[in-house]
Antibody, heavy 118, light 108 residues
Framework: QVQLVQSGAEAKKPGDSVKVSCKASGYTFSGHYMHWVRQAPGQGLEWMGWMNSKSGDTRYEPKFQGRVTMTRDTSITTAYMDLTRLISDDTAVYYC???????????WGQGTLVTVSS | SDVLTQPPSVSVAPGQTARITCGGNNIGSESVHWYQQKPGQAPVLVVYNNNDRPSGIPERFSGSNSWNAATLTISRVEAGDEADYYCQVWDSSSDHYVFGSGTKVTVL
C-alpha cells in the first residue's frame, strides 16, 4: 500500500532553516509529482509547491520563492522540503502529498510540526 | 490565480443533508476536488473531478459543479462526518494549486 512517512517534529529559532523528509513506499516514486502543503495552527491548507520526482524540476508558490527548496533522492524514494530564514509565522504542520493524474492529492504524509520560536 | 471561497461553518442534524459550497471565478470550467480533515489528522480525499469518489469513500459523499460554485453534499450525515472540508483546484495558467478557505461541519 502507498505510504508517505515524514520526519519528526522540529523546534527552530527565527532565522534558522528546517529540512523535512518524506519517505515514499508502495508505488513507483518517479511516477508521481510530490507536493508540499502547510497548515498553520487553527488555519487552512496552504499549497507551497511541487517537485517532479523523476526530473527534479520544481515550481513554488511565489510567497515561498527564494526560501523553499524541494529535492529528492530517488535511490531511497525520499522527498525533501527545505525552508530557510524561518519566522514565527512559519510555525505550522507541513505535509507532503502525492499528486494523481487528476491533479488531486490521493495520499498524504502524517505531517511534521515545525515550531519557530525564540 | 484562483481564490476559492467557502462558508466558514455548516451545522447539520444527524441523518440530514449537509451542503458545502466552493465559489470561484469560472469554477464551473474546472475540476474540483474535496478533502475531509479531522482534528490532528492529515486530509483525506473524498471527492475528485467534481463528482467521483475514491475507493472506500461512502456513497453518501457526492459532488457537483456549476458555473458559479462547486458543492460537496453529504447525505444522511453521521457524527463521524464532523470535520473540516476543503475544496481544491489546479490553476492551469500558472501550474499552481489552490485550496479553499475551509468549512467546519458540525453535527448537532
Amino acid at each position: 500500500q502507498v505510504q508517505l512517512v515524514q520526519s519528526g517534529a522540529e523546534a527552530k529559532k527565527p532565522g534558522d532553516s528546517v529540512k523535512v523528509s518524506c519517505k515514499a513506499s508502495g508505488y513507483t516514486f518517479s511516477g508521481h509529482y510530490m507536493h508540499w502543503v502547510r497548515q498553520a495552527p487553527g488555519q487552512g491548507l496552504e499549497w507551497m509547491g511541487w517537485m517532479n520526482s523523476k526530473s527534479g524540476d520544481t515550481r513554488y508558490e511565489p510567497k515561498f520563492q527564494g526560501r523553499v527548496t524541494m529535492t529528492r533522492d530517488t535511490s531511497i524514494t525520499t522527498a525533501y522540503m527545505d525552508l530557510t530564514r524561518l519566522i514565527s509565522d512559519d510555525t505550522a504542520v507541513y505535509y507532503c502529498a502525492r499528486l494523481t493524474g487528476d491533479r488531486c492529492f490521493d495520499h498524504w504524509g502524517q505531517g511534521t510540526l515545525v515550531t519557530v520560536s525564540s | 490565480s484562483d481564490v476559492l471561497t467557502q462558508p466558514p461553518s455548516v451545522s447539520v442534524a444527524p441523518g440530514q443533508t449537509a451542503r458545502i459550497t466552493c465559489g470561484g471565478n469560472n469554477i464551473g470550467s474546472e475540476s474540483v476536488h474535496w478533502y475531509q480533515q479531522k482534528p490532528g489528522q492529515a486530509p483525506v480525499l473524498v471527492v475528485y473531478n467534481n463528482n467521483d469518489r475514491p475507493s472506500g469513500i461512502p456513497e453518501r459523499f457526492s459532488g457537483s459543479n456549476s458555473w458559479n460554485a462547486a458543492t460537496l453534499t453529504i447525505s444522511r450525515v453521521e457524527a463521524g462526518d464532523e470535520a473540516d472540508y476543503y475544496c481544491q483546484v489546479w490553476d492551469s495558467s500558472s501550474d499552481h494549486y489552490v485550496f479553499g478557505s475551509g468549512t467546519k461541519v458540525t453535527v448537532l
